[in-house]
C-alpha cells in the first residue's frame, strides 16, 4: 500500500496516454469503415445533377403526387356565330348584344373575312380557366380545328372572357359562303367520383388491411405459448431427473406412432359422426357420452402418493386423451356441418369460417392424436417409473441410464438425421445435435471421477469448459466426417435413400442408421456416467432451442418466406397471410417472452410455496402480469404487418403492393400515386391508434 | 414437530448462506429469527419449503424428510406451510379475492386454472380468510390499490386458504412502519395461539422479537449464535449477534 502510493501518479499519466492512443485508432478505424461503406454504396454526386435524371425524377414526382384519384364527367359547351367569306359590298360586322341569362357567347370582328386574313374573336361568360377550341364550320359543313397561337386548345381566362386571333382557312370554292366559327369548351358536370385505379386500390386496401389482421391474429397463440419457452426467468429452473426424462424421451415416439393411429382413429370416427357422415341420433348420443365423461374425469390432484393412485391417475391421463381427442373430433365435425350448412350472406361467411377450422382439424387429427398419444404416454411413463428411478442403487442408476440413454441418443439422432436427409445443408444438423451431447460428456466425466462432487473451484469450471468445447469439436468432426457431410453440402446431393434395416412400417436407411448409431454410444456414455438420478436442465435446452429457432425465423425476411408461400399456395392473399404469420409468430414470440423476462417474480415465488403446480403458477402469477404488455406488442406487430402486407405483394402475396407493381413497372406514376397515397394513410392511422392503445395499456 | 439436520446451503457463487445448522421446533412455537442482512435468515426458511434447495443436510418436518420429496410431494407439503413475504408478493393487477384466492390452488384441480374458474365454496373461504384479516371490503380492489399493511394482511389471507399446519415469514414488517408492524405481528401472533400454528418469522428488530416470540434464534454468518428465550438476550449476546457498535433500538 506505502509502496504503491508514491509510484501511482507515474503509471496512470502512461495509461491516459495510451487510452488517448487507443481512442485515435478507434477513431480512425471507424472513419476508414465509414469511408469503404461510402464506396461500396456508390453513392455518386454526379448523378443527381444530369439534367435528363433531373427531368425524369421531377416528372415521376409531379405524377407521384397527382395521385389520379378523383374523375369527374364533361358536357361539351359549343357557342357559335356566322362567318362571311369575303365581304361583299357594304357588309357591317352586325352587333353582338349579350344574352339576358349570363350563358356565354362569342363576338367576331369583323364578322367577313377573305381566305388568310386574320379576324379577331371574343368570347364572354365562359368557364374560367378551362381549355377551348374554335372549330370552322364551312358551308359543307365540315369541320375544322382552327388552331390558336400554333395550338389546338388556349386557355379561357379568370374572368370568363377571351380574345383570339383566327386565321380564315383556304378552302377551295368556297368564296362568298357564309361559314361559321364555333368555339367548343369541355365544361365539369356532376359531382367528382372515384377513378376506377382508386376503387381498385380502395378494394386492395381492404385485402391488404385483413391480411395483416389475420396473420397477426393468428400468431398471437402460437407466439404466446412459445414466449414461455423462450423466457429465460422461467426456464431456467426447471430441470428433471435425467432417468425421468430418458423415460419420456423414448415413449415420445412411441406414443406419438400409437397416438397418431389410435387416437386419430377416435377423433376421426367422432368429425365423422359429429359432421353428419353419421346419424345424427349417434351423434348426440356421443356428444352426451364425452361431455359426461368429461364431466366424470373432473377429479381432484391425488392426495396419496402410492403407486396404486398413480396407476390408477396413469389410467385416468389415458381416458382423458381418448375425450380430449374425441372432443377435437366432436369440434371439428361441428365446424364442417356448420360450413356445409350455411353457405349464403353473412352465415355463409361464418360457416366458411367455422368450415376451414373444422377441416384444418380433420387435417391435423393424426398429429393432433400423435401430440396427445405422446404426451399421454410420456405422463403415464414417468407416473409409474418414478418411484422405482428414485430407489435404485447407484449402480442400477448407471447402467439403466447407460441404456435409456442409448436409447434416447439414438432416437435423437435419428429424427434429426431424417430431417436431414431433405436437404444437403439439412445435414448440419446431425453433426451440430451430436457435437451438443458429446460437449456434455467430458465435464460430467470429470465431475464425476475428478472433483467426486466437491465445490468447483475456478480453475475446475474453466478446465470443464475446455473439455466441453474439446467434446464438441471432436464429436462435430466426427460426425461431419462419418455422415459425408461435407460432400453433399458441395454437390447438393442428398444421402442415398436405401433400407439398411428395416423394421415394421418404418425402412431405416444406412445413413440414419450410422447418425443413430452415434447417438447410441454417446447417449449410452452420457447417461451411464451420469446416472438416471442426475438433474438435466430441460428448461434450458427447451429455452435454448426455442431461442434459436425464433432468431433464426426472424432473420428471414417475410418477403422471402412469401416467396416460398405463393410456390405453395398461389399468388393472392392467402401466400401473404402464412408469410406473414410465420414471421409475426417468430417476432411476437421474442417479444412476448421479453415481457415474461421483465415481470416480478414476486408472485411465483409465493404460489410455488402454496403448493400450487407450475400451470396454476404460470395462469395466476404470471398471465396477469403480461396481458397488458402482450396487448400493445400485439397491436405493434398489427401495425408492422400492415406495412408489411402492403409490399408483400410485390412477390405476389396479395394486397395492395401487387397493384402498385404493376402501375410502376407501366410507368403509370399517377395510378401508382394512389396507392403510396392509401398506403400513407392507412399506416398513419394504425400508427396513430397502435401508439394510442400502448400507451393506454403500458 | 420440525426437525432440521447439518443444513447447508452454498450459492452457485460459492456463497456459504448456511452453515450446518441443526434446529428442534416443536409444533405451536412463535420462533423468530434475527440476524444481521445476510446472516442466513431467508435461506433458512427458504430452505424449509424449498423455494431454495439446500446443499446438505436434512429437513423432517412430522416425520417427512422434505429434502427428499420430490415434485409432486413436495406440492403436498408446501401446501401445508403457508408463506408471507417482506414485499407482500401479491400480483398488483390482481383483485384482492383473486390473490387470496390463489392461496388454494394447492389443493385444486390444476384443469381449473385454464378456465380462471375458482369453485364458490373457495370464495366463500377466501371471504372469511379476509374477514379474519379485517379487510372484507377490499375483495374487489386491485392489491396495488391497498396500503403496505393491508397488502400484507392479503398475503396473511392468502396463506390462511391453504389452513397451514406452519407459517413462515419472510421479514414480514420489514417495509411496514411501526404502527402497521404491529398490527400485522398481531395476526401472526393470533395464528399462532388460536390456530396452534407453528411460526418461525425472521425479523430486523429484536424489540418486535422480545414482544412476540416464544423463542429467538440468532443467526450469524449463516451459524446459529444464539437459540433461547428473547429475555436471556442482554447487551453482550446482542452485541455478539449484532456486532460490536450495534445499539438495540425499539420499535413502538
Same mark, same amino acid.
Given at each position: ?91 357591317? %360586322? ?47 359543313? &365540315? ?17 370568363? !372572357? ?40 380502395? +378494394? ?45 424421451? !423414448?415413449?415420445?415416439?412411441? /406414443? ?60 385416468? #391421463? ?24 350455411? #353457405? ?9 369460417? @367455422? ?30 417409473? *418414478? ?50 451431447? /458429446? ?94 438420478? $442426475? ?10 432451442? !426455442?431461442? #434459436? ?27 401473404? @397471410? ?69 409490399? *408483400? ?39 396513430? $391508434? ?9 | ?53 439446500? %446443499? ?13 420429496? #420430490? ?14 413475504? &417482506? &414485499? ?56 396495488? $390499490? ?67 416470540? +416464544? ?30 457498535? $450495534? ?6
Amino acid at each position: 500500500m506505502t509502496q504503491a502510493n508514491p509510484s501511482s501518479p507515474a503509471p496512470s499519466r502512461s495509461r491516459a496516454a495510451l487510452r488517448r492512443t487507443l481512442i485515435l485508432i478507434a477513431v480512425a478505424i471507424v472513419l476508414v469503415i465509414f469511408a469503404y461503406g461510402w464506396q461500396v454504396t456508390e453513392i455518386n454526386l454526379e448523378r443527381p445533377q444530369e439534367p435528363v435524371r433531373q427531368t425524369n425524377v421531377t416528372n415521376a414526382l409531379r405524377e407521384l403526387l397527382s395521385p389520379n384519384v378523383l374523375t369527374q364527367d364533361y358536357a361539351t359547351l359549343a357557342v357559335s356565330i356566322p362567318f362571311q367569306i369575303d365581304c361583299p359590298e357594304g357588309f357591317e %360586322t352586325p352587333p353582338v348584344t349579350p344574352p339576358a341569362d349570363g350563358t356565354p357567347y362569342i363576338a367576331v370582328e369583323p364578322a367577313c373575312a377573305s381566305s388568310s386574313e386574320t379576324v379577331t374573336l371574343t368570347g364572354y361568360n365562359f368557364a374560367s380557366n378551362v381549355l377551348a377550341r374554335v372549330t370552322w364550320i364551312d358551308g359543307d359543313e &365540315q369541320r375544322r380545328i382552327r388552331q390558336v397561337d400554333g395550338q389546338d386548345n388556349f386557355t379561357i381566362g379568370l374572368n370568363g !372572357t377571351f380574345s383570339v386571333s383566327i386565321e380564315v382557312p383556304r378552302i377551295r370554292g368556297s368564296a362568298g359562303e357564309l361559314h361559321a366559327l364555333e368555339v367548343q369548351q369541355a365544361v365539369p358536370s356532376g359531382v367528382p367520383r372515384f377513378t376506377d385505379t382508386t376503387r381498385e386500390v380502395l +378494394d386492395k386496401m381492404v385485402e391488404t388491411i385483413f391480411l395483416a389482421l389475420i396473420a397477426t391474429a393468428i400468431s398471437i397463440l402460437p407466439s404466446a405459448i412459445l414466449s414461455f419457452f423462450a423466457a429465460h426467468n422461467l426456464m431456467r429452473a426447471v430441470r428433471m431427473s435425467l432417468g425421468n426424462l430418458l423415460v419420456m424421451f !423414448t415413449l415420445l415416439p412411441l /406414443g406419438f406412432l400409437v397416438g397418431g393411429v389410435l387416437l386419430s382413429e377416435v377423433g376421426g370416427f367422432v368429425l365423422r359422426l359429429a359432421s353428419g357422415q353419421g346419424g345424427g341420433v349417434e351423434t348426440t348420443g356421443l356428444s352426451l357420452l364425452v361431455l359426461g365423461a368429461a364431466v366424470a374425469a373432473r377429479r381432484m390432484p391425488t392426495s396419496t402418493l402410492s403407486f396404486e393412485a398413480r396407476l390408477r391417475s396413469a389410467a385416468m #391421463t389415458l381416458i382423458g386423451a381418448v375425450i380430449v381427442v374425441a372432443l377435437i373430433g366432436l369440434i371439428g365435425g361441428l365446424g364442417l356441418l356448420a360450413g356445409r350448412t350455411f #353457405t349464403e350472406g353473412i352465415p355463409g361467411v361464418l360457416g366458411n369460417f @367455422v368450415g376451414s377450422l373444422g377441416r384444418l382439424i380433420e387435417l391435423s387429427l393424426p398429429f393432433i392424436g400423435g401430440a396427445i398419444g405422446a404426451f399421454a404416454l410420456t405422463n403415464v411413463g414417468t407416473a409409474l417409473t *418414478i418411484d422405482a428411478l428414485k430407489t435404485i442403487s447407484p449402480a442400477v442408476s448407471r447402467v439403466i441410464g447407460g441404456a435409456l440413454g442409448g436409447l434416447g441418443g439414438a432416437i435423437v439422432l435419428g429424427m434429426s438425421a431424417t430431417v436431414g436427409m431433405s436437404a444437403a445443408w439439412l445435414g448440419l444438423l446431425t453433426p451440430v445435435v451430436a457435437a451438443i451431447m /458429446g460437449g456434455a460428456i467430458l465435464p460430467l466425466l470429470f465431475r464425476r471421477v475428478v472433483m467426486h462432487g466437491r465445490r468447483s473451484t475456478q480453475s475446475d469450471r474453466l478446465l470443464m469448459s475446455a473439455l466441453g468445447w474439446i467434446g464438441t469439436i471432436a464429436v462435430f468432426a466426427f460426425t461431419f466426417v462419418q455422415l459425408n457431410v461435407f460432400r453433399a453440402m458441395v454437390e447438393g446431393t442428398l444421402p442415398p435413400n436405401d433400407v439398411a434395416l428395416a423394421l415394421p412400417g418404418l425402412n431405416i436407411s444406412t445413413y440414419v442408421l450410422t447418425a443413430m448409431g452415434i447417438g447410441l454410444v454417446l447417449g449410452a456414455v452420457g447417461g451411464a456416467i451420469a446416472g438416471t438420478r $442426475a438433474a438435466f436442465p430441460v428448461g434450458s435446452v427447451l429455452y435454448s432451442m !426455442t431461442r #434459436t429457432i425464433l432468431n433464426g425465423l426472424r432473420a428471414i425476411e417475410p418477403l422471402i418466406m412469401g416467396l416460398v408461400f405463393v410456390i405453395w399456395v398461389g399468388i393472392g392473399p392467402f401466400a401473404g @397471410v402464412l408469410a406473414l404469420t410465420l414471421h409475426s409468430i417468430a417476432s411476437l414470440g421474442k417479444l412476448y417472452s421479453e415481457q415474461i423476462e421483465n415481470i416480478d417474480t414476486g408472485p411465483i415465488e409465493a404460489l410455488e410455496s402454496t403448493g400450487a403446480n407450475r400451470l396454476q403458477t404460470i395462469m395466476y402469477a404470471v398471465v396477469p402480469q403480461i396481458i397488458p404488455p402482450y396487448i400493445a406488442f400485439t397491436m405493434y406487430r398489427w401495425d408492422i404487418n400492415v406495412r408489411m402486407s402492403t409490399i *408483400i405483394g410485390f412477390v405476389g402475396g396479395g394486397g395492395v403492393g401487387f397493384l402498385l407493381q404493376q402501375q410502376i413497372n407501366l410507368l403509370r406514376y399517377r395510378d401508382a400515386g394512389v396507392a403510396v397515397l392509401a398506403i400513407a394513410i392507412v399506416v398513419s392511422i394504425l400508427d396513430y $391508434a397502435s401508439a394510442a392503445i400502448r400507451e393506454r395499456y403500458v | 414437530m420440525l426437525k432440521i439436520e447439518n443444513l447447508t446451503k452454498i450459492y452457485d457463487n460459492g456463497f456459504k448462506a448456511l452453515d450446518n445448522v441443526s434446529l428442534e421446533i416443536p409444533d405451536g412455537q412463535f420462533v423468530a429469527i434475527i440476524g444481521l442482512s445476510g446472516s442466513g435468515k431467508s435461506t433458512l426458511l427458504r430452505c424449509i419449503n424449498r423455494l431454495i434447495d439446500p %446443499t446438505e443436510g436434512r429437513i423432517i418436518w412430522n416425520g417427512i424428510d422434505i429434502t427428499a420429496a #420430490t415434485d409432486d410431494e413436495l406440492r403436498l407439503i408446501r401446501r401445508r406451510i403457508g408463506m408471507i413475504f &417482506q &414485499q407482500f408478493n401479491l400480483v398488483k393487477r390482481a383483485s384482492v379475492l383473486t390473490n387470496v384466492m390463489s392461496g388454494r390452488l394447492g389443493y385444486l384441480n390444476p384443469v381449473y386454472a385454464l378456465f380462471n374458474y375458482f369453485p364458490s365454496k373457495e370464495r366463500d373461504r377466501a371471504m372469511k380468510a379476509l374477514t379474519r384479516v379485517g379487510i372484507p371490503e377490499k375483495a374487489r380492489n386491485r392489491a396495488s $390499490a391497498l396500503s403496505g399493511g393491508q397488502q400484507q394482511r392479503v398475503g396473511i389471507a392468502r396463506a390462511l386458504m391453504q389452513e397451514p399446519e406452519m407459517m413462515l415469514a419472510d421479514e414480514p414488517v420489514a417495509s411496514l412502519d411501526p404502527a402497521t408492524s404491529h398490527s400485522v405481528m398481531k395476526y401472526l401472533e393470533l395464528l399462532n395461539k388460536e390456530d396452534g400454528l407453528t411460526v418461525l418469522c425472521s425479523l430486523h428488530f429484536l424489540s418486535l422479537a422480545r414482544a412476540y416470540s +416464544d423463542r429467538v434464534i440468532a443467526l450469524k454468518d449463516g451459524r446459529i449464535e444464539y437459540d433461547g428465550p428473547p429475555s436471556d438476550i442482554d447487551d453482550d449476546r446482542f452485541r455478539q449477534i449484532y456486532g460490536e457498535e $450495534a445499539v438495540e433500538v425499539e420499535i413502538h
